[in-house]
């Protein structure tokens, strides 16, 4: 790594031109992981299981198009353009171009084979080629946009910042647009105007892309890994599978989705089953989406006076606790239950502001264990476990009110509902719990560690520069 001193400081600019890159990527993402099923099963008439096969097939292929792009990175010499940022002017567009082809309501009467294969084949481009072509690059681009810790951790809050504001606009916003109600009084989902919508987002996500590519400087010169003739000689796969810093993240990261994905998927029933408000459900997401975005500044100031380590394992036991203190509470009216969720969610959300920087204290850990740089392989090997862990939450929702023996016949039965609730309150401070302890016992990188290999990869730089 070399500095190039000519650019210009480290400022506003990046940080909110890195936003949009992810802003530009959740105008995809979040489209087709809250609505994909919804469109193919009402739309097109596909199955539920057989897009839940295509999804698992979807994240095998992901277990090589991640880890290839990933070294791709990691071998390539940065350009005039730097090493990363070209990858987002190629690929963006084809992410928001097959984005948009993923929901052709114009084939709803072709037949099923027809549907089935044009599904197959969008989402494998969309996702497993196309978005892992930009979504690595970008992500791997924070640790070459700066090499300050400080600035990083503000790189990192900015980026969750566009991705709530991507999650916000879409779960808050479309279905206000594509539902409506027909002559026999039920809630409709309208596929063709959501083609339309998703036509709109594509755009977006193409001047979002664009703005993060002009926006962003690489300072930092990523060259291929030249390995130290004093280190270990370890392979890449060594490197990773001995890498504690990444398992630990990984596993945290995981256990942080497998409970969060469930506080949304519960959502669909704890709020018109339990307490017969679908209103509340549309409230809380929209204020507890408003409110990590007030904390995202006050966050980024703590994490540098206390450590991301520190305060994300604070965060996660509050949010335990809280989901705790609701369960036991089981308040009756739903405004006290959205007023706990929205409590817990603030908590849950500092880790999610601060883990793409702890991604680059990963990186720069094993940089001064190894003596390689590798931040393609290591935001590919994180991407891919990300991939899996969401995989594995589409099936818990499912098990667990199952389990609670609900269906069309039982779903008011109180018993069944009962079970909703705890379901809501217990699985979430479960997660947030094992997240918590991830973080305390396994994750090493504090406060005191992540300064020190700061300290030491500037002290190599400045070594091979002199």
């Keep these: 790594m070399s500095n190039d001193l000519r650019t210009r400081p480290f400022g506003l600019r990046d940080k909110l031109c890195y936003a949009s890159g992810d802003l530009a990527n959740d105008c995809t993402f979040i489209l087709s992981s809250t609505f994909l099923m919804k469109f193919y099963t009402d739309v097109m008439g596909v199955d539920a299981y057989i897009i839940g096969i295509m999804m698992m097939v979807a994240r095998i292929v992901d277990a090589f198009t991640d880890m290839t792009m990933g070294r791709i990175l990691d071998l390539s010499k940065p350009g005039k353009n730097g090493k990363f940022r070209p990858w987002i002017l190629r690929g963006g567009a ?17 037949p099923m084979t027809f549907k089935l294969v044009w599904m197959f084949t969008s989402y494998l481009l969309w996702g497993s080629v196309f978005y892992t072509m930009v ?10 946009i700066t090499d300050k810790p400080q600035e990083r951790t503000q790189l990192s809050v900015f980026r969750n910042a566009g991705a709530t504001i991507a999650g916000m606009v879409i779960t808050a916003g479309i279905p206000m647009l594509v539902y409506y109600t027909n002559d026999e009084g039920n809630t409709v989902f309208n596929g063709g105007l959501f083609s339309y919508v998703a036509a709109g987002f594509s755009i977006a996500a193409i001047i979002f892309y664009l703005a993060c590519y002009f926006g962003c400087t690489e300072r930092i010169k990523i060259e291929p890994p030249k390995k130290d003739p004093n280190a270990p000689k370890n392979s890449v796969i060594k490197n990773l599978v001995t890498n504690r810093s990444l398992i ?219």
Excluded: H
């Design 135 to 144: 979504n690595i690059p970008y992500s791997s681009m924070a640790s070459a």
């Design 94 to 110: 084809l992410v928001a171009v097959m984005s948009f082809l993923l929901y052709p309501s114009w084939f709803q009467n072709m």
């Design 248 to 466: 630990a993240i990984i596993v945290a990261a995981i256990c942080l989705l497998l409970a969060q994905l469930t506080i949304s998927g519960m959502a669909q029933y704890v709020y018109p089953n339990f307490y017969g408000n679908t209103t509340a459900q549309s409230t809380s997401a929209l204020i507890s989406n408003i409110g990590i975005l007030l904390i995202s500044a006050p966050v980024g100031t703590l994490a540098a006076k206390f450590g991301k380590k520190e305060l994300s394992t604070a965060g996660t036991l509050f949010a335990t606790i809280v989901y705790l203190v609701c369960y036991f509470v089981r308040p009756e009216n739903v405004w006290v239950y959205v007023a706990f969720y929205v409590v817990a969610y603030l908590g849950l959300g500092v880790f999610n502001i601060l883990i793409w920087a702890c991604i680059i204290d990963v990186i720069d850990a094993a940089e001064v264990k190894n003596g390689v740089r590798e931040d393609g392989t290591v935001y590919a090997c994180y991407s891919f476990a990300r991939k899996l862990g969401q995989a594995a939450s589409a099936g818990l929702t499912g098990t667990l009110v199952t389990a609670v023996g609900y269906s069309a016949a039982t779903a008011f039965d109180p018993d069944v509902v009962n079970g909703i609730f705890n379901i809501s309150c217990l699985v979430p401070a479960a997660g947030f719990l094992l997240v918590a302890l991830a973080l305390f016992f396994l994750y090493p990188l504090n406060k005191k560690t992540v300064d020190a290999n700061c300290a030491e990869l500037a002290r190599r730089r400045d070594a091979k520069g002199a």
